[in-house]
């Protein structure tokens, strides 16, 4: 199945360091979503952007939908113990007639040491 | 809102026996959810679209016969797995939405074919 490039792979930082992770495409999204997957659960939205060059805050964290709708990033700053999970960008647009799939990102491991 | 709940969260069956896996909507009604695999440290391979009162339609390389998809109301969808294999073992996650507010993820089932 068709999936986003999403990088870095994995991170593993300090407490307090900020975050940065992005997701490519060479398609065009309508939408696009960032989530947050702790072991053993389903994943849990972070941020929605829904317009190309949206800049979009929630607490710590920051995304935006680039200008072409074929990228985005999410900024994580001051990170702490808790946001350790794998992050996961998602693509929404238009595959084979269906206009509400959603494509997901590799994935960024993220891990914070105290 | 929009509360998705998924059952079993954990299943361990024989080989050559069937599964059912089901996905509720708690609080709004689903036209369409989405049922996605994910294996260990990977990202989320979306398997087949749920349509309520229609066939579902399948991505590329799912076979049909093997998952089988109902979605008889507005807020419940199955998967059947089907004549389980070891290699069917897997994190099987489901997604409904309400169109502009993103999707929300049940908390995935995982199964485990012996």
């Known amino acids: 199945g068709q999936q986003l490039n999403q990088s870095p792979q994995s991170m593993f930082i300090q407490e307090g360091e900020d975050v940065s992770m992005n997701c490519t495409s060479s398609s065009i999204f309508n939408t696009w979503l960032w989530y947050k997957q702790e072991p053993g659960e389903g994943p849990v939205l972070l941020i929605a952007?829904?317009?190309?060059?949206e800049l979009t805050s929630n607490g710590r964290l920051t995304a935006q939908f680039g200008i072409t709708r074929k990228d985005s990033f999410l900024n994580i700053s001051a990170s702490i113990p808790s946001d350790v999970g794998i992050y996961f960008c998602?693509?929404?647009?238009?595959?084979?007639?269906?206009?509400?799939?959603?494509?997901f990102g590799t994935g960024t491991l993220l891990a914070v040491q105290p | 809102g929009a509360v998705v709940s998924q059952h079993p969260s954990r299943v361990i069956c024989k080989s050559g026996t069937s599964v059912k896996i089901e996905c509720r909507s708690l609080d709004f009604q689903a036209t369409t959810m989405f049922w996605y695999r994910q294996f260990p440290k990977k990202s989320l391979m979306l398997m087949a679209t749920?349509?309520?009162?229609?066939?579902?339609?399948?991505e590329q390389g799912v076979e049909k016969d093997k998952f089988l998809i109902n979605h008889a109301s507005l807020t419940l969808s199955t998967l059947t797995v089907t004549s389980a294999h070891p290699e069917d073992s897997s994190f099987y996650i489901c997604?409904?939405?309400?169109?502009?507010?993103?999707?929300?993820f049940g908390s995935g089932t995982r199964l485990t074919v012996v």
């Open positions: 998602a693509g929404q647009g238009n595959y084979g007639g269906a206009t509400n799939k959603l494509i």
């Open positions: 997604s409904a939405g309400r169109g502009g507010d993103g999707y929300t």
């Open positions: 749920s349509n309520e009162g229609s066939k579902a339609t399948y």
């Open positions: 952007l829904y317009k190309a060059g």
